[in-house]
């Protein structure tokens, strides 16, 4: 297994230009997650799927839009960059079998908009 | 929401010295874990422990749920287990992680 992959590793974008960051993972885990980390902080949630076709905010949502057609891949896209935004973003899966929440996390993307 | 506090903020050892981390939290949690960031920035799984005591090498942790902490416990450190530790909990009405601050370790040969 591959687990969760994260691609691309790194990025540099201007304000205002738009993209996706992808997430895709291989362990057929139902739920997938966003999470931004700023300089010497934890990790931030963005936006969380239960399952394909079931996305929902989660700390910090604003600037960023998801979807998930299959239960694999779970993609975050950038409407319009702001140097706010500039930070390391790392995607996760877990399955909740057996009422666990262990969560798995991708290499993540480092996003600087200048 | 759930506030999740580790201490210390920043923790400097020399090599083969033992250490303590803490994680407090303010509700019941359905999962807790601690990982390991690496000077790289990934995020390594160490223990997913919302209950009871594991131990994995020289790491282990333990986790008290009905007095809202837990422990990690690095004995004889060395080099390469420098970087931050975090802990993360899924609070009981919820279904992701909410992480805490972390602590820095930083190992000196």
């Known amino acids: 297994n591959a687990g969760v992959t994260q691609t691309p590793k790194f990025q540099v974008l201007k304000t205002g230009q738009s993209m996706t960051l992808q997430c895709a993972q291989d362990?057929?885990?139902?739920?997938m997650s966003w999470y931004r980390q700023d300089p010497g902080m934890g990790l931030r949630l963005i936006h969380y799927?239960?399952?394909?076709?079931?996305?929902d905010q989660g700390e910090v949502p604003n600037g960023y839009n998801v979807s998930r057609s299959t239960t694999e891949d779970f993609p975050l896209r950038l409407l319009s960059a702001a140097p706010s935004q500039t930070s390391v973003y790392f995607c996760?899966?877990?399955?909740?079998?057996?009422?666990?929440?262990?969560?798995?996390f991708g290499p993540g993307t480092r996003l600087t908009v200048t | 929401g759930i506030q999740v506090e580790q201490s210390p903020p920043d923790l400097i050892l020399q090599e083969g010295a033992n250490s303590t981390l803490r994680c407090n939290f303010s509700?019941?949690?359905?999962?807790l874990q601690w990982f390991h960031q690496n000077p790289w920035g990934q995020l390594i799984n160490l223990f997913y422990?919302?209950?009871g005591t594991k131990q994995n090498g020289r790491l282990s942790a333990t986790t008290v749920a009905t007095e809202r902490y837990s422990l990690l416990y690095i004995s004889s450190s060395q080099t390469t287990d420098s970087g931050v530790y975090f802990c993360?909990?899924?609070?009981?009405?919820?279904?992701?992680?909410?992480f805490g601050s972390g602590t820095q370790l930083t190992v000196l040969p």
């Open positions: 509700d019941s949690v359905n999962n």
């Open positions: 996760a899966s877990s399955s909740p079998g057996q009422g666990r929440y262990e969560q798995y």
């Open positions: 799927s239960v399952g394909a076709g079931i996305t």
């Open positions: 422990i919302p209950s």
């Open positions: 362990m057929n885990h139902e739920y």
């Open positions: 993360a909990v899924v609070p009981g009405s919820a279904r992701q992680l909410t």
